[in-house]
């Protein structure tokens, strides 16, 4: 029997061995990682900024010179008729107007793909950064709506001893009863919640979903910053979404540029040809005669049609124009507008923390109440009502200070968003 024992023992720990071998620690960090790897929205952008670059790298190709050969051979069927053969090879060069400004839209055109590149790479870092505090916010739920349950079912153990005793009556132990059987289903709720957005971010992160996970982290962790007011003062100018505006204002001028160039400019061509031919009556091939030309072109062609104001050149410059004097409009708004991002942003945080610190005295207060108001219940003073609205008023509390804690988090997040800095640069892990 003992045997028996000793080997279910044995194979009992195995098994929790081998399963804690299976389970994946996941930290932040390596949640990141794996989403910058994995994301195909960041693959595809990579693509198109390596088209980009390639673009960038031979915008100077429209003056590439074009070569050409040319042979024609013709043999009569008549047996006096004339044979004849002839050969052209032509080297052409063509220089527009609009060059400088092709070089200039190809560099341009680099620099917003490489921000577009750094946006989705940005965008795909916070939404797992805020997938992952979540996960950790739901852990927490977790826990706290279990210490519920525990003392729900503690108040309903000594219920029932004191029913058993004949020292209770009916309706209150069926009350608290209930009062304990009610909150089972949130804790599976908060589990069943937990384990769908941990599947969700298995997705993202290219994780298989029968892969056990263990999230790392602890929100208390990363809540341990101090904002520096200079933040408010920072030159919106170097931050993403004022750049976009600015690259934006750098479109519109090239392509007003490379319009009034190709409108009015004038377009210069060379070619250099050379060549021969010859030709005899059939029969007599050998003694045929031979010409060889040599010829050189430069053209100069000049638009007219665009010095017309009702042209559709000039009216294409003109609607550029328009877009130009849009464009710094919205260059000021957004200015303007990421401005009072940063300042609100700042101020919610503020606010935050300090609700958090009024939060966790609130906690404290109602802890100890908790603990009082049952040991007046224990002791007859006080019914089960009481002591029930004191759990309730506990659970609240810790709710209030998880809701504090992901709030403080995200505002965070989006504060480091839109100054453009590395992503957990404010919070300490």
Same mark, same amino acid.
């Given at each position: ?153 503690r108040t309903y153990d000594s219920n029932l001893i004191k029913y058993n005793r004949g020292q209770l009556d009916q309706l209150t132990l ?111 091939? @050998?003694?045929? /005669?031979?010409?060889?030309?040599? +010829? !050189?072109?430069?053209?100069?062609? =000049?638009?007219?049609? *665009?010095? &017309? ?81 004191? @759990?309730?008023? /506990?659970?609240?509390?810790?709710? +209030? !200070?998880?809701?504090?804690?992901? =709030?403080?988090?995200? *505002?965070? &997040? ?16």
């Amino acid at each position: 029997m003992k045997k028996i024992i000793v080997t279910l023992l044995m194979a009992a720990t195995s098994f929790v061995l081998l399963s804690a071998q299976n389970i994946r620690t996941l930290s932040i960090d390596e949640a990141v990682s794996l989403s910058l790897d994995n994301n195909i929205s960041i693959k595809q952008s990579k693509m198109d900024l390596d088209m980009l670059a390639l673009k960038d790298k031979y915008s100077w190709n429209s003056v590439s010179p074009s070569l050409s050969a040319n042979v024609n051979f013709t043999e009569p069927l008549a047996k006096f008729d004339q044979w004849s053969l002839t050969a052209t090879g032509t080297l052409s060069l063509s220089i527009t107007p609009s060059l400088a400004t092709s070089i200039a839209s190809a560099k341009l055109a680099y620099e917003n793909g490489l921000l577009s590149y750094e946006a989705t790479v940005r965008s795909v870092e916070k939404n797992v950064r805020s997938a992952f505090y979540s996960l950790l916010n739901d852990l927490e739920t977790i826990n706290s709506d279990k210490k519920t349950l525990d003392a729900a079912k503690r108040t309903y153990d000594s219920n029932l001893i004191k029913y058993n005793r004949g020292q209770l009556d009916q309706l209150t132990l069926l009350t608290s009863q209930y009062n304990y059987e009610s909150k089972i289903p949130t804790v599976a709720a908060d589990e069943t919640a937990y384990q769908t957005s941990l599947d969700s971010l298995k997705q993202v992160l290219g994780i298989d979903l029968s892969q056990q996970i263990e999230i790392n982290g602890n929100l208390d962790d990363i809540l341990h910053f101090e904002l520096d007011p200079e933040i408010l003062n920072k030159n919106v100018d170097e931050l993403p979404d004022v750049k976009k505006a600015l690259q934006t204002i750098k479109n519109y001028e090239i392509s007003i540029k490379g319009s009034k160039l190709s409108a009015y400019g004038p377009t210069v061509s060379l070619s250099y040809s050379q060549g021969f031919s010859s030709s005899a009556l059939t029969g007599n091939r @050998e003694n045929g /005669l031979s010409n060889e030309n040599h +010829n !050189i072109t430069l053209g100069v062609r =000049i638009p007219l049609d *665009s010095y &017309l104001p009702w042209s559709n050149s000039a009216i294409s410059i003109e609607q550029a124009e328009s877009g130009l004097e849009a464009a710094k409009l919205t260059l000021e708004n957004t200015r303007t507008s990421v401005k009072m991002k940063i300042r609100n942003t700042y101020n919610s945080i503020l606010e935050a923390q300090t609700q958090l610190k009024l939060c966790e005295e609130n906690l404290e207060l109602m802890q100890k109440t908790y603990d009082l108001t049952l040991l007046a219940y224990n002791s007859g003073s006080k019914d089960l009502s009481v002591l029930q609205t004191a @759990e309730d008023n /506990l659970a609240s509390a810790r709710r +209030n !200070i998880q809701r504090q804690k992901y =709030i403080i988090i995200n *505002s965070v &997040l989006n504060l480091e968003d839109v100054l453009g800095v590395p992503f957990g640069s404010f919070m300490k892990e």
